[in-house]
C-alpha cells in the first residue's frame, strides 16, 4: 500500500460528458502528479501541482483541468469525454519533488472506460 | 523534447535465467534516471534513482546501471515474483519539478 488513494476505482461513462476523479496524497507529501495510462501511450504525465499550486504540465488537453486543494488532495476533471480518454489515471505523491529522488508514489489508479 | 526508448518490449525467461533489460534515452542533461516496477492493475512502484554514468544501485537480485546514453536493469536468477512490467523514466535538468518522462516498460514474465 503506497499510502495514496483514488477514487473511483472504475468509471463508466458515455461520450460527451464529465468526470472527476479524486486523489488523497500520502500523509506529509505536499506534491501531487496525474499521469494517464493507455495502451498505445503508456504512462503519460499530465499536471502537478505542489502545495496547492500548478508546478509542471504536460501534454494535458484542454478539456481536462484539475486542481490541488489547502487539505492537499486532489481532483482531474475530465469534460466532454471522447472514446480515446478511455484509460488508467494515476495519481502519484511525494514529498517535496525539489528533493530530486524521483520517488514517486501512486496510487492504484482510476480506470475510466467511455462508451 | 525528453524521449525514453525501452527494449525489448517483452521478455519471457525460466527462473534462474539472468537477463537485462535496456532503457535508451534523450535529455538535455540528465537531472536523474528512475526505475520502477508495475504489477498488473497496480500503480508503478519506485525501484531506484541514478544520477550519473557510471552509478550502480542494486536490490535483492535487480541492479542498475547508467551510462550517458542508456541504462541497464539486470535481472540475476529471476524467481516468478519478479514478473511485472518494469518502466523507465528520466527527468531533465529543465524539469526541476519532478516531471518525469517515461518509456513504454518491457513486460516481464518468469516461469518455474
Known amino acids: 500500500d503506497s499510502g495514496v488513494t483514488q477514487t473511483p476505482k472504475h468509471l463508466i461513462t458515455a461520450t460527451g460528458q464529465r468526470v472527476t476523479l479524486r486523489c488523497s496524497p500520502r500523509s506529509g507529501d505536499l506534491s501531487v502528479y496525474w499521469y494517464q495510462q493507455s495502451l498505445d501511450q503508456g504512462l503519460q504525465f499530465l499536471i502537478q501541482?505542489?502545495?496547492?499550486?500548478?508546478?509542471a504540465k504536460g501534454n494535458i488537453l484542454e478539456r481536462f483541468s484539475a486542481q490541488q486543494f489547502p487539505d492537499l488532495h486532489s481532483e482531474l476533471n475530465l469534460s466532454s469525454l471522447e472514446l480515446g480518454d478511455s484509460a488508467l489515471y494515476f495519481c502519484a505523491s511525494s514529498v517535496d519533488p525539489r528533493l530530486n529522488t524521483g520517488e514517486l508514489f501512486f496510487g492504484e489508479g482510476s480506470r475510466l472506460t467511455v462508451l | 523534447e525528453d524521449q525514453v526508448t525501452q527494449s525489448p518490449e517483452a521478455l519471457r525467461l525460466q527462473e534462474g535465467e539472468s537477463s537485462s533489460l535496456n532503457c535508451s534515452y534523450t535529455?538535455?542533461?540528465?537531472?536523474?534516471l528512475f526505475w520502477y516496477r508495475q504489477d498488473p492493475g497496480k500503480g508503478p512502484e519506485f525501484l531506484f534513482t541514478?544520477?550519473?554514468a557510471g552509478e550502480e544501485k542494486e536490490k535483492e537480485r535487480l541492479k542498475a546501471t547508467l551510462t550517458k546514453k542508456e541504462s541497464f536493469l539486470h535481472i540475476t536468477a529471476p524467481k516468478p515474483e519478479d514478473s511485472a512490467t518494469y518502466l523507465c523514466a528520466v527527468q531533465g535538468l529543465t524539469d526541476s519539478w519532478g516531471k518525469l518522462q517515461f518509456g513504454a516498460g518491457t513486460q516481464v514474465v518468469v516461469t518455474p
Open positions: 535529455v538535455s542533461g540528465l537531472r536523474g
Open positions: 541514478l544520477y550519473s
Open positions: 501541482y505542489y502545495n496547492g499550486e500548478e508546478r
